[in-house]
C-alpha cells in the first residue's frame, strides 16, 4: 500500500478552522483516500473519503490537490468533541481479497483548546 | 441504529492462561475484521472474515491465536497461554461490503475489549 506522511500533533482553538494535512506522493490512480478518527477510549469512526474531487458531509470537508499527492480534512469549527487522533489512509480499490483492509499509521493528534 | 459491539469491554487475565473475546457486527454486514492496538500504537490489522470464504489470517502474531466467524454473524478471537505482550485494546470492525469491493463502504469500529495480562 502507498504510504501516507502526517504531521504527529496539531493544536486549535475552539470553534476555529482545522486544516489537517496528508501527504501521499506515491498514490495510484486506484487509491481511495480515507479519513478516520479516534476519540479517546473509542474505536475508530469514519468521517470522509474521496478520490479525485473534493468532499463534503455532515462532519468534515476533504480538499484533494488537483495531482492527488497530499489532501487536507478541513473541519469548519472545532470543538472540544473533536480532539481525536486523525487517520488518512490509502486504500486501493483494485486490490483483491483482504489487501484491501485499511493500514493505520499513526495519525495526528488533534488538541483542541476551549 | 445498533453498532459494533464488543465484550467483555475489559479482561484481566493471568499469563497462561486462555481468553475469547467476542465481537457482534452490524447486521447485514458482510465483512469483519480484527485489529488490535498497544498502548499509544497504531492498529494492526490481524484477521479478516469475508462471507463464507476462508479467512484471511495474515496478520495473526502467532498460533496461539485463532478466530471464527459463525454463522456469518457473531465472531470470537481466541488466545490461548496468553502472554504479557498480548496485552492490547482488540477492535472489531464490520463494513456492508467486501474489502476488495468498488464500493468503498467505510469500517464500523467497535470500542474494543481492553485485554491486560499479568
Known amino acids: 500500500d502507498a504510504k501516507t506522511t502526517q504531521p504527529n500533533s496539531m493544536e486549535s482553538n475552539e470553534e476555529e478552522p482545522v486544516h489537517l494535512p496528508c501527504n501521499h506522493s506515491t498514490i495510484s490512480g486506484t487509491d481511495y483516500i480515507h479519513w478516520y478518527r479516534q476519540l479517546p477510549s473509542q474505536g475508530p469512526e469514519y468521517v470522509i473519503h474521496?478520490?479525485?474531487s473534493n468532499v463534503n458531509n455532515r462532519m468534515a470537508s476533504l480538499a484533494i490537490a488537483e495531482d492527488r499527492k497530499s489532501s487536507t480534512l478541513i473541519l469548519h469549527r472545532a470543538t472540544l468533541r473533536d480532539a481525536a487522533v486523525y487517520y488518512c489512509?490509502?486504500?486501493?480499490?483494485?486490490?483483491?481479497?483482504?489487501?484491501?483492509?485499511?493500514?493505520f499509521g499513526k495519525g495526528t493528534k488533534l488538541s483542541v483548546k476551549p | 441504529g445498533a453498532g459494533v459491539s464488543q465484550s467483555p469491554s475489559n479482561k484481566v487475565t493471568e499469563k497462561g492462561k486462555d481468553v475469547e473475546l467476542r465481537c457482534d457486527p452490524i447486521?447485514?454486514?458482510?465483512?469483519l475484521y480484527w485489529y488490535r492496538q498497544s498502548l499509544g500504537q497504531g492498529l494492526e490489522f490481524l484477521i479478516y472474515f469475508q462471507g463464507n470464504s476462508a479467512p484471511d489470517k495474515s496478520g495473526l502474531p502467532s498460533d496461539r491465536f485463532s478466530a471464527e466467524r459463525t454463522g456469518g454473524s457473531v465472531s470470537t478471537l481466541t488466545i490461548q497461554r496468553t502472554q504479557q505482550e498480548d496485552s492490547a485494546v482488540y477492535l472489531c470492525?464490520?463494513?456492508?461490503?467486501?474489502?476488495?469491493?468498488?464500493?468503498?463502504?467505510?469500517?464500523?469500529f467497535g470500542n474494543g475489549t481492553r485485554l491486560t495480562v499479568t
Open positions: 474521496g478520490l479525485t
Open positions: 489512509i490509502l486504500r486501493d480499490r483494485a486490490l483483491r481479497g483482504s489487501q484491501g483492509n485499511l493500514i
Open positions: 447486521s447485514g454486514h458482510t465483512a
Open positions: 470492525a464490520s463494513s456492508l461490503y467486501p474489502a476488495d469491493s468498488t464500493n468503498n463502504s467505510p469500517l464500523h
